[in-house]
């Protein structure tokens, strides 16, 4: 060897000499992307071959091999990945010296701090070990030669590769199985606000398994839009190590912005809908690609017997017909043959809705025809596209995999070009389990078992598909959705009269339950109000079933047998005031018999007397009346400080609070003269655990009341711990006075981040405003408060404008100080 080969081996072995080559290569912004993952992973080839040949001779250990399995054997190696590699021997070589050899190649790369995922075999137990772990196996197929003898590494690819397609049968089974398992533990990437881009549904592990089915010949994967969409999320993998300088595929809230801006995008949403955009592409090709190779291996199995029972001849899958040019096929449904798509422009939909109503899946194939050959549907569309988009929303959850592969293939934004606005778009309110469009989706799913209850499900089916599709543009998304819900309603081809009312359940679909949580529904303006916006009986029946469909296709927080109580008790009472019922004038109700006996104890005792009883809703499937939440009665003597003393004992004691009414009572004393009795009547939920004792409770309100106990350091406390995510701020509160909502009182709306305590604090803002409390009502959101205060003066009037609005700007200064 000469003295420039040594220095060249040494140079190329020497440590520091790849750590700062690589430090330079990660701080180049002028590459990035597949460019830089391939030189990152060209570089660590050329150091580690480096050392592979030193520590050979130095060893003496011949007919061995340096191999990349897995990420690094694909060449994706990302900025702190692990460096997967085999040490291949053929065994000749004592385990000394094998071990020796190991030892000079693996110390190195743990000195310099790298993650290494190592193992030392022969071929033959590369092989038994890839047999025995399905994992093993999927590292193996992606194996690639980085130094030694590359003869060694070709035999032993070719037989982990024989392998695996001679048991393929067995294996791919276990691998869907173990795919899924995945996904039920780590969600779907696409829905996800702090995704895994690794191990999510959609993410770059679900990308090296559809690189294995190809493997396997049994069936492959589409390649339309893969390879971009492992690309974006290796990017966004990329930019989040370098950003945190960890190794890790979680993309937390708090990392978004950082990777947006290194990523050159535009903010953390733009981030999260490429990325979601491209979980969908594998999603989509996922479930395509098993539903492949499911057929192939049913195939396989029931062929050799049929074969033999028709004489060697095969047999043509059976074609049963599901609509004018669609039929089934071999478990999918497929267009007939003398369909004719270039001249049906309504074939999509028929066929569409014919899948989702057979819950069938639509070819893959025959989606893609229909995306190149069907021409567009004339604007209106003709009656009977309007009705199979009608029975394909009707389906339930067989709507969903056919809408999923009409989006794969650009379909739905062709038909609803609006579409494209809420498509990917991620929803930042952690209340919401899906994107936009998937929420609009689910929604219609909901709607379709509540079809029954309405005169017109078409109307509701296509409201529910539109209710959010003003999200994504500026203000109001109720506002901006009405006007594009009715031009698209017009599009569909509904008549005048059909587009209004689309458009009210759109511009409305909030209505009833913000009325019916955060406003009086004793009070004859709350009523009215929403009489005036809904218009009709027929109009009030649809919103009803589409704000029901719209929280259950939220999540599991934003609906509830109190929330369902409050609306359907609001539409009670709309529906008898559009049928020409005025809403009763309120009158100060006499306290009930269990009232006024706390009452008579407190003025008896001269302190809190409570009382708490469960409250009961609607009956459920089983004929059982489901709870709504507990009640709870406070009387004592009137006095200042009650509100905030009571919430705070109610915060301290883990009790979440979805209503409060205050009043006071006049009742005679023993002296011939009266006294003024406070009532609260709380309706409250335990977070955690059982309800706690009324005589805890009443306990530490006396304590409370008398300044023993101090209720703003206990929450401060509680408030320390309370989890928050690092990084992550909330928006700043916000207080308004609702303009017109009640002739009784002066409405005062709180939208705040939801805390232990929050109530306290209002109540306390509001008593130092001297202002009376008649009624609350509270709603929380996920980690969003938004409360209502019925307050007036002194003398039970409605607050002047001008003092109104101070008010409000005294609790927006408490809650922000």
């Given at each position: 060897?000469?003295?420039?080969?040594?220095?060249?081996?040494?140079?190329?072995?020497?440590?520091?000499?790849?750590?700062?080559?690589?430090?330079?290569?990660?701080?180049?912004?002028?590459?990035?992307?597949?460019?830089?993952?391939?030189?990152?992973?060209?570089?660590?080839?050329?150091?580690?071959?480096?050392?592979?040949?030193?520590?050979?001779?130095?060893?003496?250990?011949?007919?061995?091999?340096?191999?990349?399995?897995?990420?690094?054997?694909?060449?994706?190696?990302?900025?702190?990945?692990?460096?997967?590699?085999?040490?291949?021997?053929?065994?000749?070589?004592?385990?000394?010296?094998?071990?020796?050899?190991?030892?000079?190649?693996?110390?190195?790369?743990?000195?310099?701090?790298?993650?290494?995922?190592?193992?030392?075999?022969?071929?033959?137990?590369?092989?038994?070990?890839?047999?025995?772990?399905?994992?093993?196996?999927?590292?193996?197929?992606?194996?690639?030669?980085?130094?030694?003898?590359?003869?060694?590494?070709?035999?032993?690819?070719?037989?982990?590769?024989?392998?695996?397609?001679?048991?393929?049968?067995?294996?791919?089974?276990?691998?869907?199985?173990?795919?899924?398992?995945?996904?039920?533990?780590?969600?779907?990437?696409?829905?996800?606000?702090?995704?895994?881009?690794?191990?999510?549904?959609?993410?770059?592990?679900?990308?090296?398994?559809?690189?294995?089915?190809?493997?396997?010949?049994?069936?492959?994967?589409?390649?339309?839009?893969?390879?971009?969409?492992?690309?974006?999320?290796?990017?966004?993998?990329?930019?989040?190590?370098?950003?945190?300088?960890?190794?890790?595929?979680?993309?937390?809230?708090?990392?978004?912005?950082?990777?947006?801006?290194?990523?050159?995008?535009?903010?953390?949403?733009?981030?999260?809908?490429?990325?979601?955009?491209?979980?969908?592409?594998?999603?989509?090709?996922?479930?395509?690609?098993?539903?492949?190779?499911?057929?192939?291996?049913?195939?396989?199995?029931?062929?050799?017997?049929?074969?033999?029972?028709?004489?060697?001849?095969?047999?043509?899958?059976?074609?049963?017909?599901?609509?004018?040019?669609?039929?089934?096929?071999?478990?999918?449904?497929?267009?007939?043959?003398?369909?004719?798509?270039?001249?049906?422009?309504?074939?999509?939909?028929?066929?569409?809705?014919?899948?989702?109503?057979?819950?069938?899946?639509?070819?893959?194939?025959?989606?893609?025809?229909?995306?190149?050959?069907?021409?567009?549907?004339?604007?209106?569309?003709?009656?009977?596209?309007?009705?199979?988009?009608?029975?394909?929303?009707?389906?339930?959850?067989?709507?969903?995999?056919?809408?999923?592969?009409?989006?794969?293939?650009?379909?739905?934004?062709?038909?609803?070009?609006?579409?494209?606005?809420?498509?990917?778009?991620?929803?930042?309110?952690?209340?919401?389990?899906?994107?936009?469009?998937?929420?609009?989706?689910?929604?219609?799913?909901?709607?379709?078992?509540?079809?029954?209850?309405?005169?017109?499900?078409?109307?509701?089916?296509?409201?529910?598909?539109?209710?959010?599709?003003?999200?994504?543009?500026?203000?109001?998304?109720?506002?901006?959705?009405?006007?594009?819900?009715?031009?698209?309603?017009?599009?569909?081809?509904?008549?005048?009269?059909?587009?209004?009312?689309?458009?009210?359940?759109?511009?409305?679909?909030?209505?009833?339950?913000?009325?019916?949580?955060?406003?009086?529904?004793?009070?004859?303006?709350?009523?009215?109000?929403?009489?005036?916006?809904?218009?009709?009986?027929?109009?009030?029946?649809?919103?009803?079933?589409?704000?029901?469909?719209?929280?259950?296709?939220?999540?599991?927080?934003?609906?509830?047998?109190?929330?369902?109580?409050?609306?359907?008790?609001?539409?009670?009472?709309?529906?008898?005031?559009?049928?020409?019922?005025?809403?009763?004038?309120?009158?100060?109700?006499?306290?009930?018999?269990?009232?006024?006996?706390?009452?008579?104890?407190?003025?008896?005792?001269?302190?809190?007397?409570?009382?708490?009883?469960?409250?009961?809703?609607?009956?459920?499937?089983?004929?059982?009346?489901?709870?709504?939440?507990?009640?709870?009665?406070?009387?004592?003597?009137?006095?200042?400080?009650?509100?905030?003393?009571?919430?705070?004992?109610?915060?301290?004691?883990?009790?979440?609070?979805?209503?409060?009414?205050?009043?006071?009572?006049?009742?005679?004393?023993?002296?011939?003269?009266?006294?003024?009795?406070?009532?609260?009547?709380?309706?409250?939920?335990?977070?955690?655990?059982?309800?706690?004792?009324?005589?805890?409770?009443?306990?530490?309100?006396?304590?409370?009341?008398?300044?023993?106990?101090?209720?703003?350091?206990?929450?401060?406390?509680?408030?320390?711990?309370?989890?928050?995510?690092?990084?992550?701020?909330?928006?700043?509160?916000?207080?308004?006075?609702?303009?017109?909502?009640?002739?009784?009182?002066?409405?005062?709306?709180?939208?705040?981040?939801?805390?232990?305590?929050?109530?306290?604090?209002?109540?306390?803002?509001?008593?130092?405003?001297?202002?009376?409390?008649?009624?609350?009502?509270?709603?929380?959101?996920?980690?969003?408060a938004v409360d209502a205060f019925y307050v007036t003066d002194t003398e039970g009037k409605p607050l002047p404008g001008e003092r109104a609005l101070a008010v409000a700007d005294a609790v927006e200064?408490?809650?922000?100080?």
């Amino acid at each position: 060897m000469t003295s420039t080969e040594t220095t060249t081996e040494s140079a190329d072995s020497e440590p520091g000499g790849y750590a700062a080559a690589r430090l330079r290569l990660l701080q180049e912004e002028a590459r990035s992307g597949p460019p830089r993952r391939a030189a990152l992973a060209s570089l660590t080839d050329d150091w580690l071959t480096g050392l592979f040949t030193v520590a050979a001779r130095q060893t003496g250990v011949q007919g061995a091999a340096l191999v990349a399995v897995g990420g690094y054997g694909r060449g994706e190696l990302s900025p702190r990945s692990d460096l997967d590699l085999l040490l291949l021997h053929d065994g000749n070589a004592g385990p000394a010296a094998v071990a020796a050899l190991a030892d000079r190649v693996w110390y190195p790369v743990w000195d310099l701090g790298l993650a290494l995922d190592h193992s030392v075999r022969t071929p033959a137990e590369a092989r038994g070990a890839a047999a025995e772990d399905l994992k093993v196996q999927l590292g193996l197929l992606d194996a690639r030669p980085v130094a030694g003898d590359l003869g060694l590494v070709a035999a032993m690819r070719t037989a982990v590769l024989a392998d695996w397609r001679n048991q393929a049968p067995k294996r791919l089974p276990a691998l869907h199985e173990l795919c899924r398992e995945r996904a039920e533990r780590q969600g779907e990437l696409q829905f996800l606000l702090e995704p895994d881009l690794k191990e999510a549904r959609g993410g770059l592990r679900d990308a090296t398994a559809l690189r294995a089915v190809a493997a396997s010949w049994v069936a492959d994967a589409p390649r339309e839009g893969l390879a971009e969409a492992r690309r974006v999320l290796l990017d966004a993998r990329d930019a989040l190590h370098l950003t945190t300088g960890r190794a890790t595929d979680r993309l937390a809230l708090q990392e978004q912005d950082q990777v947006a801006q290194a990523l050159g995008l535009l903010d953390a949403d733009t981030l999260l809908r490429q990325v979601y955009e491209a979980a969908r592409t594998i999603a989509y090709a996922t479930d395509v690609t098993w539903r492949e190779v499911d057929r192939v291996l049913r195939a396989r199995s029931v062929r050799p017997r049929l074969r033999a029972i028709l004489g060697g001849r095969a047999a043509a899958p059976e074609r049963t017909p599901l609509a004018e040019g669609v039929v089934e096929a071999d478990g999918e449904v497929v267009l007939a043959r003398a369909a004719r798509p270039e001249r049906d422009p309504v074939l999509v939909l028929r066929a569409a809705a014919a899948a989702a109503q057979s819950e069938l899946p639509l070819s893959r194939h025959v989606v893609r025809r229909l995306a190149t050959a069907a021409p567009p549907l004339p604007v209106p569309w003709p009656a009977e596209a309007r009705e199979e988009l009608v029975t394909l929303l009707g389906a339930g959850e067989a709507t969903v995999p056919v809408w999923e592969a009409l989006e794969a293939e650009g379909l739905v934004t062709r038909l609803l070009p609006d579409w494209e606005r809420v498509h990917c778009r991620p929803q930042r309110n952690p209340v919401h389990t899906w994107t936009v469009d998937r929420h609009l989706v689910e929604t219609a799913v909901r709607a379709s078992s509540l079809t029954r209850r309405v005169h017109r499900p078409d109307l509701l089916l296509v409201a529910a598909l539109l209710h959010d599709i003003g999200k994504g543009w500026p203000g109001d998304h109720s506002v901006a959705g009405e006007v594009i819900a009715r031009d698209t309603a017009a599009r569909i081809g509904f008549d005048q009269h059909d587009v209004g009312v689309i458009a009210t359940l759109v511009r409305h679909h909030l209505l009833l339950v913000e009325t019916a949580t955060r406003r009086d529904l004793d009070d004859p303006a709350t009523v009215r109000s929403v009489a005036t916006a809904v218009g009709t009986a027929t109009t009030l029946e649809l919103l009803h079933a589409l704000t029901e469909a719209d929280a259950l296709a939220t999540g599991p927080a934003a609906w509830s047998s109190w929330r369902a109580s409050l609306v359907a008790d609001l539409v009670g009472r709309v529906a008898a005031v559009l049928a020409g019922q005025a809403p009763p004038e309120p009158e100060p109700a006499a306290p009930g018999a269990e009232q006024e006996r706390l009452a008579i104890e407190a003025l008896r005792t001269g302190g809190p007397v409570l009382a708490l009883r469960a409250q009961a809703g609607a009956p459920d499937e089983d004929g059982e009346p489901e709870p709504v939440g507990v009640e709870l009665h406070i009387a004592l003597p009137d006095r200042p400080g009650v509100l905030p003393a009571a919430a705070g004992v109610l915060a301290l004691h883990r009790l979440t609070v979805r209503a409060a009414d205050l009043r006071a009572v006049e009742l005679p004393t023993e002296l011939g003269g009266s006294a003024d009795v406070l009532l609260l009547s709380w309706r409250v939920a335990a977070e955690y655990g059982s309800l706690p004792q009324a005589v805890r409770l009443r306990a530490d309100l006396v304590r409370a009341l008398d300044g023993s106990l101090d209720i703003r350091a206990r929450l401060a406390e509680r408030e320390a711990a309370y989890p928050r995510r690092r990084g992550v701020k909330a928006p700043p509160p916000r207080v308004t006075v609702a303009a017109a909502a009640s002739r009784l009182a002066t409405v005062i709306e709180v939208r705040a981040q939801d805390a232990p305590g929050l109530l306290h604090r209002i109540g306390r803002a509001l008593e130092r405003s001297g202002v009376r409390v008649r009624s609350a009502h509270v709603s929380t959101l996920g980690a969003n408060a938004v409360d209502a205060f019925y307050v007036t003066d002194t003398e039970g009037k409605p607050l002047p404008g001008e003092r109104a609005l101070a008010v409000a700007d005294a609790v927006e200064a408490a809650l922000r100080a």
